[in-house]
T-cell receptor
Framework: AQSVTQLDSHVSVSEGTPVLLRCNYSSSYSPSLFWYVQHPNKGLQLLLK??????LVKGINGFEAEFKKSETSFHLTKPSAHMSDAAEYFCVVNKGAQKLVFGQGTRLTINP | GAVVSQHPSWVICKSGTSVKIECRSLDFQATTMFWYRQFPKQSLMLMATSNEGSKATYEQGVEKDKFLINHASLTLSTLTVTSAHPEDSSFYIC?????????????FGDGTRLSIL
């Protein structure tokens, strides 16, 4: 069965410093993985997706993620945090038939 | 980019009433839409898969008579919470995909916050 685990429920960084949001996946086959961001009282916006074309995936707003099969990881990174990055981030795997399985979410706080 | 519109964004109603939430794909046809429920500070839980022209597929534990889903056209799916009670209060989010491939991302609406008094 496909699943994802986000290793941190809350991450706090200073503005201008790097961001790392960790996600491990479990899948019996090559997965389709996504990162979504949710701002308060809003729906989810797609940051990036991995579909086996390239292991390093670049997304919007300067985010990127690297698929590491040996580590079953798909961590999300950004070189320099901005105040507007403060939000909830979800690592998501497609479990087939287009059904998504969401991680527990990581709340990112940016300190001025 | 793809846009999914959800209406209303916020609704407050009395216990026992029924509430309808609409989900529209504005610039593409969506044969499949999804309905999620999100409790405060928690992740999204898939409630059901809405298929145009056929019955919705509900996840285990979701009452199909409680949460009625209709997908009458390729751009509109509706979720009706029937005889709503305070425990139905939640944030409901819909999503839609452009195609049928599993690597296609889902595009989400902005959600509906439902409060039952």
């Amino acid at each position: 069965a496909q699943s994802v685990t986000q290793l941190d429920s809350h991450v706090s960084v200073s503005e201008g410093t790097p961001v790392l949001l960790r996600c491990n996946y479990s899948s019996s086959y090559s997965p389709s993985l996504f990162w979504y961001v949710q701002h308060p009282n809003k729906g989810l916006q797609l940051l990036l997706k991995y579909t086996s074309a390239a292991t390093l995936v670049k997304g919007i707003n300067g985010f990127e993620a690297e698929f590491k099969k040996s580590e079953t990881s798909f961590h999300l990174t950004k070189p320099s945090a901005h105040m507007s990055d403060a939000a909830e981030y979800f690592c998501v795997v497609n479990k087939g038939a287009q059904k998504l399985v969401f991680g527990q979410g990581t709340r990112l706080t940016i300190n001025p | 980019g793809a846009v999914v519109s959800q209406h209303p964004s916020w609704v407050i109603c009395k216990s026992g009433t029924s509430v309808k939430i609409e989900c529209r794909s504005l610039d593409f046809q969506a044969t499949t839409m999804f309905w999620y429920r999100q409790f405060p500070k928690q992740s999204l839980m898939l409630m059901a898969t809405s298929n145009e022209g056929s019955k919705a597929t509900y996840e285990q534990g979701v009452e199909k008579d409680k949460f009625l889903i209709n997908h009458a056209s390729l751009t509109l799916s509706t979720l009706t919470v029937t005889s709503a009670h305070p425990e139905d209060s939640s944030f409901y989010i819909c999503s839609a995909t452009r195609g049928a491939l599993s690597n296609q991302p889902q595009h989400f609406g902005d959600g509906t916050r439902l409060s039952i008094l």
